[in-house]
């Protein structure tokens, strides 16, 4: 065998390594995607992802399989509040939006701020 043969027989053993160890970290999580992505969510995050899934379900799906992946991986080992699930789709180009409401407490009611200025226009 030439030195050359043996060359190649050597990369082509660490390049067939190398793609093992690619391949395990995503088969590691048989897992549903959204539902290990739901596990680290907090602060309304549920209802960002809600929010996105029904306004882009196609790049959703997209975002969330890839968040899966790296959470599987360990590469992100922490929780995601809902704001900063917002930030991902934002800087991906997708402004999720979700309903907000603003409420004041007034003489012991809670009011949203649309009603609040009703009952102003009709003094």
Same mark, same amino acid.
Do not use: H
């Given at each position: ?6 060359? +190649?027989?050597?990369?082509? @053993? #660490?390049?067939?390594?190398?793609? @093992? ?10 897992? +549903?995607? !959204? ?11 549920? =209802? ?7 306004? !882009? ?31 991902? !789709? ?8 979700? =309903?907000?409401?603003? #409420?004041? =407490? ?8 649309? +009603?609040?200025? #009703? ?5």
């Amino acid at each position: 065998m030439s030195e050359d043969e043996e060359v +190649d027989r050597i990369l082509k @053993k #660490k390049m067939n390594e190398l793609i @093992k160890k690619q391949v395990r970290p995503q088969q590691k999580g048989n897992e +549903d995607p !959204f539902a290990t992505v739901s596990k680290v969510l907090y602060d309304r995050g549920d =209802e960002v992802l809600n929010a996105a899934m029904a306004q !882009f379900p196609n790049e959703t799906k997209l975002v969330i399989t890839k968040l899966a992946e790296l959470i599987n991986s360990g590469v992100i080992n922490y929780r995601i509040s809902g704001s900063e699930l917002m930030y991902i !789709f934002r800087t991906m180009g997708l402004p999720v939006t979700i =309903e907000t409401q603003i #409420k004041i =407490e007034r003489n012991g009611r809670s009011l949203s701020l649309s +009603d609040m200025l #009703k009952e102003k226009q009709e003094e």
